[in-house]
């Protein structure tokens, strides 16, 4: 019996704590209703606040009682995970992943490097439902120094290559890499750039209101097909200093 396959849309952005460029207006309300508009199954948020009692305060009209990426699911996505990454006296912040699948398990893989920059790797095994496929999501984002970055993807790809090799993997994220180092490595630990694939580049999406650096990715490995899904630059130029990146991927 032949399986029908499995398609799903996914969805990376760097919410950036919730704030505009330059932290000039907190826009965490707006950024939801913008992710709820492109209707991805899983979505990868990089730099969320898990809590911040300072902002909290400062901000308190639109402020959600809930930490970013529940407030961020919603009613839209039931299953969630958060990694907590950066610790400070006000709060912390760091990866999560919102799906309408499952969450089965996940773990937060620690890549910081020595005592500055603290960063993770968030893998999610997730329950397609109803299929009999096991789906590997990995959010990623990765460190503002170009050594910090060898090291990190060499983690990365440990921790790739030790996946079932007939189980799907996505791994999205901000990877900080404007020198485009990180692709030739990831080709080695079988993965494949979505918007490389297609246009021959990842797209520029750093800053937002006008994109100059390739800094944000989705990578794919086991699955039977997948498209670059393009966004409009508004409203998401100044909901965050990133701009997001979507794409459909068929299992």
């Known amino acids: 019996m032949i ?5 799903l849309r996914v969805l990376t952005v760097n919410t950036h704590k919730g704030f505009t460029y ?7 309300p707006e950024l939801r209703e ?6 991805a199954d899983v979505v990868f948020l990089q730099e969320v606040l898990g809590a911040h009692e300072v902002f909290a305060l400062r901000h308190s009209k639109k402020w959600p009682e809930a930490p970013h990426y529940e407030f961020l699911a919603d009613d839209m996505w039931h299953n ?6 950066a610790v400070y006296p006000e709060g912390h912040h760091g990866n999560a992943l919102i799906s309408k699948f499952p969450i089965v398990c996940h773990q937060n893989v620690d890549v910081s490097v020595e005592f500055t920059e603290k960063r993770g790797l968030l893998h999610c095994q997730l329950d397609t439902v109803d299929s009999d496929i096991t789906l590997h999501a990995i959010c990623v984002h990765l460190g503002l120094r170009g050594g ?4 990190q993807l060499a ?6 290559e030790a996946l079932p090799k007939n189980e799907p993997v996505i791994v999205a994220g901000d990877f900080n890499d404007w020198l485009g180092k990180a692709q030739s490595v990831m080709a080695e630990c079988g993965l494949t750039d979505v918007f490389s694939a297609v246009y021959g580049a990842p797209p520029k999406t750093f800053p937002a209101l006008f994109p100059l650096l390739r800094l944000d990715r989705i990578y794919v490995r086991g699955v039977k097909d997948f498209s670059p899904v393009r966004l409009p630059n508004r ?8 701009a997001p990146l979507a794409a459909e991927i068929i299992l």
């Open 22 to 28: 330059f932290n000039r207006k907190f826009v965490l």
């Open 34 to 39: 913008a992710v709820r508009t492109v209707g």
């Open 235 to 242: 409203p998401w130029s100044h909901l965050s200093d990133h």
């Open 3 to 7: 399986e029908n396959p499995l398609k």
């Open 80 to 85: 969630y995970a958060y990694g907590r990454n």
């Open 148 to 151: 910090h970055r060898k090291h």
């Open 155 to 160: 983690l990365l790809c440990n921790l790739i």
